[in-house]
């Protein structure tokens, strides 16, 4: 890793200037924000997880995160050791990343895909980790005055493959072997 690049906290940020910057891939619980043009975020296999987009085209500054569960309550320890883990810690800490590397709140473009159920039916879904992902992740946007510009959330599990080009902020999910722009 570079002089530019840091691994803080579960986020990398990547500083314009960073040689051989091409695809960054974000793991479960992960988080990645950056400021390189060439850069790709990509992270796989969202299912009940979520994977939050955000772009600011003036700064051109992308993010994504992959989180797993709503809320970090239920282990206040992994939450400050791993806070992209959850939505009500990773999410803020996606978005206070996203300033430091100067996008605008005003600019974000918000994208969330996954959020899926883990049975054939969601009733049959027991502990419903997809809709209480969307339910918080919603709740967290809301409260902050932050719309969602696109999503794909919801329905019966499928793995979706999540793609963000930094410099055009164009943002791809794979989905059952198709490529859809979102």
């Known amino acids: 890793m570079t002089a530019d690049a840091a691994r803080r906290g579960g ?29 790709r975020l990509v992270t796989y296999a969202l299912g009940s997880c979520l994977g939050v987009a955000i772009h600011d085209p003036v700064a051109r500054v992308g993010g994504l995160l992959h989180v797993m569960l709503p809320d970090s309550a239920i282990d206040p320890v992994k939450a400050a050791q791993a806070p992209a883990l959850f939505v009500d810690t990773g999410v803020p800490l996606l978005f206070r990343e996203s300033y430091r590397l100067g996008a605008r709140k005003e600019r974000l473009v918000v994208r969330v895909v996954g959020g899926s159920h883990a049975a054939a039916r969601e009733a049959d879904d027991r502990f419903q980790i997809g809709r209480r992902n969307v339910s918080a992740l919603r709740r967290i946007l809301a409260r902050n005055g932050v719309p969602v510009t696109a999503e794909d959330v919801g329905g019966c599990q499928r793995s979706r493959t999540v793609t963000l080009d930094v410099a055009t902020g164009a943002l791809t999910v794979r989905v059952d072997g198709r490529d859809v722009a979102l």
Do not use: M
């Not at 986020?11 to 040689?19: D, I, K, N």
């Not at 891939?25 to 992960?30: A, E, K, L, R, S």
């Open 11 to 39: 986020v990398e940020l990547t500083s314009t200037g960073v040689a051989g910057v091409g695809l960054l891939v974000v793991g479960i619980g992960d988080v990645r924000v950056t400021d390189v043009p060439e850069a």
